[in-house]
């Protein structure tokens, strides 16, 4: 009862706004919900400031929504698939992984960005989009406005992909399959990549198959959230070890460990038991839809705690690392697979 008086206000309100955001993002997907409920969240703020009573639901559902998100992700995941068609693409993830985490590491030396900003960038772009964001966002304790600035800055690079990539594909004569790994691997959100499959598929009147390995190239890159989520988990760890915090004796693994990684590993390791012993994969389908949703209700809150004026103001910086990120990943993906004899 004390739950529900302190957090439903809160709860309620990121409901309302992500349901007509749900709508959107299936009616415009290059766009998505999660970018139409942030910026929902963040013109509700600008226009209303006094939110105290709704303030502990917006903070449990944008940190702990979000991590509930997170492990139903892994129900979409079936390992046993990713092994089979993935397997080909996984030099070309390894790649574009470092190349973007590199990217972000310079230039953050050299221009000073903040640090969960730039971490946020360089995985959002190398792994996933917003899914690696909300995995990584809870494990280096960023804030809401430092999610928002990242989730932005994603966004922006995911719709120029979506809309330029199938076009530069044609132009520079991808096969069928060379722009579905291509498109798995240099595209950071679900969404755009479904988009630019889409499109490829309609253009060229291949009846949906680049879009089926377009997708399983993106879920095979999706798995890296895991090893990168831990080094990062051990890494607060450490610098936790050597702060204050632990000569006061008030350090616990606990608080910084990402034990929903578990959970996430475990939802996906029972998808795949399932379907290799004749369960319809559709069955999981509910859960994948409500991950979706609670990424959507996560953003709605993070847009609340977001200052849209902040957010302009200092997003130089991040969006260059962002078009860098984009460029590199680009252009690693397509000289993998000129290395690996498949252009």
């Not at 953050?108 to 971490?119: E, F, V």
Request: glycine residues 10%; contains cysteine; proline residues 3%.
């Amino acid at each position: 009862m004390q739950f529900i008086k302190q957090n439903g206000p809160g709860l309620l309100l990121c409901l309302i706004i992500a349901l007509p955001c749900w709508y959107l993002g299936h009616l415009f997907p290059v766009i998505g919900g999660p970018v139409f409920a942030i910026l929902a969240g963040m013109v509700i703020t600008l226009l209303w400031k006094n939110q105290t009573r709704f303030a502990g639901g917006i903070t449990f559902t944008s940190k702990k929504i979000l991590q509930y998100a997170v492990i139903l992700l892994g129900f979409g995941l079936n390992l046993s698939e990713i092994a089979k068609v993935g397997a080909l693409s996984l030099p070309i993830i390894c790649s574009t992984i470092a190349t973007s985490l590199i990217i972000s590491f310079v230039l953050y030396r050299c221009m000073k960005i903040p640090a969960n900003i730039s971490t946020l960038v360089g995985v959002g772009s190398s792994i996933c989009g917003g899914s690696a964001i909300a995995a990584t966002a809870p494990v280096i304790g960023a804030d809401d406005e430092e999610i928002a600035q990242a989730i932005s800055v994603i966004f922006l690079f995911n719709v120029l992909a979506a809309l330029i990539f199938p076009s530069f594909g044609g132009a520079i004569g991808l096969t069928n399959d060379g722009f579905g790994l291509f498109a798995g691997t240099a595209i950071n959100d679900t969404s755009s990549v479904t988009a630019a499959a889409s499109t490829w598929d309609t253009l060229h009147g291949t009846q949906g198959a680049v879009l089926a390995y377009a997708t399983i190239v993106k879920l095979t890159r999706t798995l890296a959230i895991i090893p990168i989520t831990l080094v990062l988990a051990f890494w607060q760890v450490r610098q936790a070890k050597r702060s204050n915090e632990t000569r006061r004796g008030s350090f616990s693994l606990r608080k910084i460990f990402p034990f929903f990684i578990l959970f996430f590993v475990l939802a996906s390791i029972i998808t795949t038991v399932a379907t290799m012993n004749g369960v319809d994969a559709a069955v999981f389908d509910p859960f994948k839809s409500l991950s979706k949703f609670f990424i959507i209700m996560a953003m709605a809150a993070i847009g609340l705690h977001t200052n849209i004026i902040k957010l302009i103001r200092t997003g130089g910086k991040p969006i260059l690392m962002g078009f860098c990120c984009w460029i590199g990943i680009t252009g690693v993906s397509l000289g993998m697979q000129h290395l690996m004899g498949l252009l």
